[in-house]
Structure formats: structure tokens, C-alpha cells
């Protein structure tokens, strides 16, 4: 009885101090959570002016050339965003499967043809999680990075990774880069996938904003010079946003699943709590007809 009672409160004590590191992570993913958005809301403003600026400059009467197309026979280049570490539930099997499977089944790819995953492809991974189940899937990866810790971190990686795509395009000939991440939404997060390259100029061009006066702003430089300058802006914006909501919907399924975690644990806390009591009723109750056997034995002898 003594050694099923210490098992117990081992288990018990194991059961609080896991208790204790969830409720830990839940609260690193909580505040994770909110400075990630944070970020991604911070670019929105500044993005609206680099398109702003672009749909300016491309209005200028400026001849565009004739869309031709990507060349299937030539590399794409995807980028796939996951996760280093682990409990964050279903985040990489779900961006991976989308990545891989899903959204070229769904007939959103430039061609518009379903389930045409490109025999040519440079797959690049960020995060270990998603490295590992891309390989697992079969396909190698041309490169891997791991995701940044910190908001300070961000920069510096999109910076790498714009040297990358740079070095793919002009090595491999890579002439469409798609971003695969998964984003907040209400409730979870959901995948998306996002053509970084090429620039949809004439889309760009035709975009209506709203401006806070009836004239176009004038500039100074070139227009090729200019244009040059906000598409290195537009680029940056688009992988620095895809990277922080990535990270906010990485912290948002981490939550979920420590909020599921904590949930089981205390129910099994419970658990081995009332059999402790039980056990414990037990061990008392035996003890005390052990004494009371003992005490009218001893009575018995001594009339």
C-alpha cells in the first residue's frame, strides 16, 4: 500500500511541475502572439505607400513590357515557413501539405492547371520542423534556414533571404518565387500562399487608391532609378510580413495546443489526486483495524 501511495504522489509531483512548464509556454505564446501581430500591422501602412508609390510611378506613362508569362521549363523557387520547435500542433504538417500538395491541386498556380506540382522546382525550407517533413515527403531541399527568435531578428533574415533569391534567379534562372506561410485568423491560422515574383506591374498600375488630394505626387528622380528603389521596398515588405505573421500563427497554434495540454493534465492531476485520497482512506482505515485487532487481542489475553 505504501509503495502504490509513493508512486502516486511521484506521479502527482510530475504531473504539477509538467503543469507548470505548459503553463509557461502558454504564456510565452500569448505574449509571442501579440508582438508578431504587432509587427505585421506595423508594416500595413508602409506597404500602402510602397504600392502607392509604385501604382505613381507606373502611371507616369510609363510603357510596360508585354506580360509573356512564366516559362514552366524554367525553376520555381518556394519558400516554405514553418517552425523550429515542436508542440505548435498541426502548424507544419499544414503548411507542408499545403506547399507540396494542396494548393497545386487547387489550380491557383500561375497556369491554372490542378495538380501540376513543378517538375523543376528549388524548394527552400525555414524552420527545422518544416525541413524535416519536406525531406520526409521526398523532396530535397536546395536550402534551409532557421526562423528568426526575436522581432530585432526578422531584418537581418529577410536580408538573407533577399541576397538568396537573388543568387537563385540569377544561377538557376528562377523566374517565380511563391512564399507558403500560414497566417492568423480568427479562431487558428490558415495557409497562404503569395507570388513574390513576378510583379504584377500592370496591376499595380491600375490600382485606385483613394488619395487626400486630386493631383499625383511629382518626384525628382528617375523613373527607373525610382522604380528600381520601391520594388527592392516591395519585396522587403512582402517576406518581412509573410515571416512575422508566420511566427504570430506559429505562437497561436502553440497556445492551442498548451491550452489542450493544461487541460489534460489537470484532469489527470485530478485523477491520480482522488485515487491518492482513496488510497490514503485506505491505508489509514487498514492501520486502524490492524490496532484495534491488536488492542482486543492483547485484552483478550490479559482477562
Known sequence: MSATLETLQKQIDSGEDLSSIVRTMKALAATSVRQYEKAAESLDDYYQTVELGLSVVLSKGMDLPEDPGVDQRKPVLMLVFGSDHGLAGRFNEQIVSYALKDYWEQGSTSNGNPGEFPASRV???IGEQSVSRIRAAGIDLAQS???PTSIS???PFIQLLLETIDRWRFREGVEEVLLFYNRPITGGFDPRAETLFPVNLSGLRETRLNWQSRSLPTYTLPTDQLLSSLLRQYFFVSLYRACALSLAAENI??????QAAEKNINERLDELKNSYQHQRQAAITEELLDIISG???VSGKLD
Do not use: D, E, Q, Y
Open 123 to 125: 524548394v527552400t525550407g
Open 153 to 155: 531578428a526578422i531584418t
Open 253 to 258: 497554434s502553440r497556445l492551442a495546443a498548451m
Open 145 to 147: 534556414f532557421t526562423m
Open 295 to 297: 488492542f482486543k487481542a
